[in-house]
């Protein structure tokens, strides 16, 4: 049985999030892990989110339903690791995270990169 892990990566920008990613994808064994990078800042991009919030609320929603299909979906042989790179700043960013964990019951856990 393969197992299904969501870590969620969280510091101040430039703390070294994205750089702790890189290094894992390097040495942790290939065959034995799907390791897939969600960088926000790459995805989203640099949305002026006060100017126009709903653009950056919606760009998240869709990060985190494609977030949710990848765990539903993943029935490979190797483990699946998704490691979400933010700052999930706001505590309601945290939780929708543990929300995908709960909706098919997963373990959840938050890292924080220390400055």
């Known amino acids: 049985m ?16 994205t750089t702790l990613v890189k ?7 290939l065959n034995d892990f799907n390791l897939q990078h969600v960088c926000y800042d790459d995805i989203i ?3 002026d989110h006060c100017r126009d919030s709903s653009v950056w609320r919606r760009a998240r929603q869709e ?3 494609k977030i949710t299909s990848l765990l539903r979906s993943h029935t490979t042989t190797n483990n699946l690791l998704v490691m ?9 960013m945290r939780k929708e995270n ?5 909706s098919i019951l997963l373990r959840f856990r938050t890292n924080c990169v220390p400055y």
């Open 45 to 47: 991009g640099k949305v």
């Open 84 to 92: 979400l790179d933010d700052n999930f700043y706001y505590r309601g």
């Open 63 to 65: 990060i985190n339903s």
């Open 98 to 102: 543990l929300s995908h964990c709960s």
């Open 23 to 29: 290094e894992l994808s390097r040495t942790l064994p």
């Open 2 to 17: 393969c197992s299904r892990i969501l870590v969620c990566l969280v510091g101040l920008p430039a703390a070294g999030k």
